[in-house]
């Protein structure tokens, strides 16, 4: 489970529990099931576009990134920043091989991480704040890519990263991806985590 706290009221305005448990995870853990419903945002409190709408967030939870429909569950309802808590090691034991093959396990597993962040940030037209305890965290901007560098891979840091929240509206005028995904025209089975009237399945 993961809350998401107003940073100006103490209030918690968003909670998530994670719907995708890593192997290992799923003798100890309850997922959310389906019967949890959709995904959904919140409004982030004192977070607003120019026009004064408010900020719409977002959560998922670590091995949940690794599954694009979570990310069309909440830009469904108007998420604009999605925030991923996450504790994915880079570095354990990559199991059986050489340590050559190991080390390119290794390898393999960061440069996934970099760029499903950044993947999820363009196809969602959403910031994606990745904020990984065990390594590689990272924030994603649609149209832009990784923002503010790589951080933890080596060595434990905190930075701030000045991310500009209306990078994504401006490219939604431009190439309207959400305005294509709630047509009927849409092609896919899954948005909203329904079927589609009109297309798809």
């Avoid at 977002?58 to 979570?70: A, N, S």
């Avoid at 059986?96 to 393999?108: K, M």
């Avoid at 560098?149 to 509206?169: F, Q």
Wanted: aromatic content about 10%; hydrophobic content about 35%; proline content about 3%.
């Amino acid at each position: 489970m993961a809350y998401f706290i107003s940073g100006l009221t103490g209030e918690v305005v968003g909670r998530y529990q994670k719907r995708n448990l890593w192997h290992p995870e799923r003798e100890h853990l309850t997922a959310w099931g389906k019967e949890g419903g959709r995904h959904r945002g919140f409004d982030i409190p004192g977070l607003t576009f120019p026009d004064g709408t408010p900020v719409r967030g977002g959560m998922l939870i670590c091995w949940d990134m690794v599954f694009p429909e979570g990310f069309r569950e909440l830009i469904g309802d108007g998420v604009e920043l999605v925030v991923i808590p996450s504790f994915w090691l880079v570095t354990e034991d990559f199991g059986e091989g050489d340590e050559g093959e190991r080390e390119r396990a290794r390898r393999g597993e960061e440069e996934f991480l970099r760029g499903v962040v950044v993947t999820r940030a363009f196809e969602n037209r959403t910031a994606v704040v990745f904020v990984n305890a065990g390594g590689l965290s990272q924030v994603g901007l649609p149209g832009v890519g990784n923002q503010g560098g790589v951080m933890g891979v080596e060595t434990e840091e905190m930075r701030v990263v000045e991310v500009d929240l209306g990078r994504g509206r401006g490219l939604e005028r431009r190439y309207k991806i959400r305005e294509d995904m709630r047509g009927v025209e849409w092609g896919y089975g899954v948005y909203h985590g329904e079927e589609r009237k009109g297309g798809g399945r």
